[in-house]
T-cell receptor, first 115, second 116 residues
Framework: NAGVTQTPKFRVLKTGQSMTLLCAQD?????MYWYRQDPGMGLRLIHY???????AKGEVPDGYNVSRLKKQNFLLGLESAAPSQTSVYFC??????????????FGNGTRLTVT | AQKITQTQPGMFVQEKEAVTLDCTYD???????LFWYKQPSSGEMIFLIY??????QNATEGRYSLNFQKARKSANLVISASQLGDSAMYFC?????????????FGPGTSLSVIP
């Protein structure tokens, strides 16, 4: 029972390089989210998706792009990495809406360092 | 716009004592859900408890309970009989509907340390 799987777990990039973080879930969830976690700032929502083929901006979308071509996968791309994007990235998935008590299920995170 | 505030960056509690972690929120949605998550030093996010905006009773889950005051827009987490394993970061989160289009946003977190 894999749940939410993020790859890679660690990555070091040089400024200006690009990369894609992959999130895969096997729970048939409609909703998927990408967050970044920085000290003292909690988890901030980058982008999210409420279904296959749809994406929406979160709180801090600049410098990132996403795609949800398949329901089970949610990709986060950095086209030109900057040191400010050094962070721990979490993917989460969930089902239901509003008052539904379905919690988010999180991956184990990706630690990204941009030098 | 939605916003979650957790005003306690760090808290200490004696083992076996109860502790309250504060959470206030702001939303224009009529229907929303509030969640608490725990993040131990190992880094994983662990779901603790949920409160729906239309729930009349405060949520409880084992040693965790939620003090929900809708008019004040607060959803404080109460941990009873603290254990050493409760030392962790705690995040309050909110999921909205309609105007928020199912965004789930988090507060900055509170670091809880349980003292033996």
């Amino acid at each position: 029972n894999a749940g939410v799987t993020q790859t890679p777990k660690f990555r070091v990039l040089k400024t200006g390089q690009s990369m894609t973080l992959l999130c895969a879930q096997d729970m048939n969830h409609e909703y998927m989210y990408w967050y970044r976690q920085d000290p003292g700032m909690g988890l901030r929502l980058i982008h999210y998706s409420v279904g296959e083929g749809t994406t929406a901006k979160g709180e801090v979308p600049d410098g990132y792009n996403v795609s949800r071509l398949k329901k089970q996968n949610f990709l986060l791309g950095l086209e030109s990495a900057a040191p400010s994007q050094t962070s721990v990235y979490f993917c989460a998935s969930g089902d239901g809406q509003g008052d539904d008590n379905s919690p988010l299920h999180f991956g184990n995170g990706t630690r990204l360092t941009v030098t | 716009a939605q916003k979650i505030t957790q005003t306690q960056p760090g808290m200490f509690v004696q083992e076996k004592e109860a502790v309250t972690l504060d959470c206030t929120y702001d939303t224009s949605d009529q229907s929303y859900g509030l969640f608490w998550y725990k993040q131990p030093s190992s880094g994983e996010m662990i779901f603790l408890i949920y409160q729906g905006s239309y729930d009349e009773q405060n949520a409880t889950e084992g040693r965790y309970s939620l003090n929900f005051q809708k008019a004040r827009k607060s959803a404080n987490l109460v941990i009873s009989a603290s254990q050493l394993g409760d030392s962790a970061m705690y995040f309050c989160a909110m999921r909205g509907l309609k105007t928020s289009y199912d965004k789930v946003i988090f507060g900055p977190g509170t670091s809880l340390s349980v003292i033996p």
